[in-house]
T-cell receptor, first 116, second 114 residues
C-alpha cells in the first residue's frame, strides 16, 4: 500500500520567515495530494491540494510543489504569521479511479511554531 | 464547519466495555471514513465505506466495528478487544469519486479509557 513520509516533525521559525515541509510517497499511481492544517484540539482542515497533472499551485502565502518523478511534494508558507502555528499533515490518495474514492494516506505531521 | 457532526465530544469508557461513536453528515457524500489520531503518529485509517451497506477495513481495524445502514451515518464501535483505545477519533466524508478525494472532517471524539 501507499506510504507517506513527512519531514521535519517540528519546525520553528520567526514571524515573517518562510517555512517548508516536505513529503515523499511510494505509490506511483497516487494522483491527489492534499495538505491539512490542524489547530490544537480541532479538526483538520484542507488548506491546499495539488493533482498529479500539475507541478505547482499557489494560494496567497501558501504554495505546493509536486515532483512526480521523484515522488515528493512540498508545502511552502511565506511571510509566516503566529496564526500559522499548527500541525500540518500531507496526504496522498491511492486506489482511486472510476467509481472508487480510494484512500488517503497521511504523513506523520509537522508541528509548526511561528515566534512573534 | 457544518456538514459533519460527531458525538459525543468526550467519552470515558471502563475497561471491558464497548462504546459507539456517532458520525453524521448532511453533505450527501457517498464515502465516509474513520481515523484514529495519536500524538506523533498522524491519522491512521480504521474503516471506510464508499456506499451504503458496504465498508472496508483500513490499516488498523482490529478491535473496531462499523455499520453503514444509511448514507448519512457511519457509527464506529470500539470493542473490548481494542487493547489501547484512548485516542482522538475523527470521522470524514468525501463526495467526489474517481480520483480527487477531498475529505471533510468532523470535530472529533476524544475517548479515554479509565
Amino acid at each position: 500500500g501507499e506510504n507517506v513520509e513527512q519531514h521535519p516533525s517540528t519546525l520553528s521559525v520567526q514571524e515573517g520567515d518562510s517555512a517548508v515541509i516536505k513529503c515523499t510517497y511510494s505509490d506511483s499511481a497516487s494522483n491527489y495530494f492534499p495538505w491539512y492544517k490542524q489547530e490544537l484540539g480541532k479538526r483538520p482542515q484542507l488548506i491546499i491540494d495539488i493533482r498529479s497533472n500539475v507541478g505547482e499551485k499557489k494560494d496567497q502565502r501558501i504554495a505546493v510543489t509536486l515532483n512526480k518523478t521523484a515522488k515528493h511534494f512540498s508545502l511552502h508558507i511565506t511571510e509566516t504569521q503566529p496564526e500559522d502555528s499548527a500541525v500540518y499533515f500531507c496526504a496522498a490518495t491511492s486506489g482511486a479511479g472510476g467509481t472508487s474514492y480510494g484512500k488517503l494516506t497521511f504523513g506523520q505531521g509537522t508541528i509548526l511554531t511561528v515566534h512573534p | 464547519d457544518g456538514g459533519i457532526t460527531q458525538s459525543p465530544k468526550y467519552l470515558f469508557r471502563k475497561e471491558g466495555q464497548n462504546v459507539t461513536l456517532s458520525c453524521e453528515q448532511n453533505l450527501n457524500h457517498d464515502a465516509m471514513y474513520w481515523y484514529r489520531q495519536d500524538p506523533g503518529q498522524g491519522l491512521r485509517l480504521i474503516y471506510y465505506s464508499q456506499i451504503v451497506n458496504d465498508f472496508q477495513k483500513g490499516d488498523i481495524a482490529e478491535g473496531y466495528s462499523v455499520s453503514r445502514e444509511k448514507k448519512e451515518s457511519f457509527p464506529l464501535t470500539v470493542t473490548s478487544a481494542q487493547k489501547n483505545p484512548t485516542a482522538f477519533y475523527l470521522c470524514a466524508s468525501s463526495g467526489v469519486a474517481g480520483g480527487y478525494n477531498e475529505q471533510f472532517f468532523g470535530p472529533g471524539t476524544r475517548l479515554t479509557v479509565l
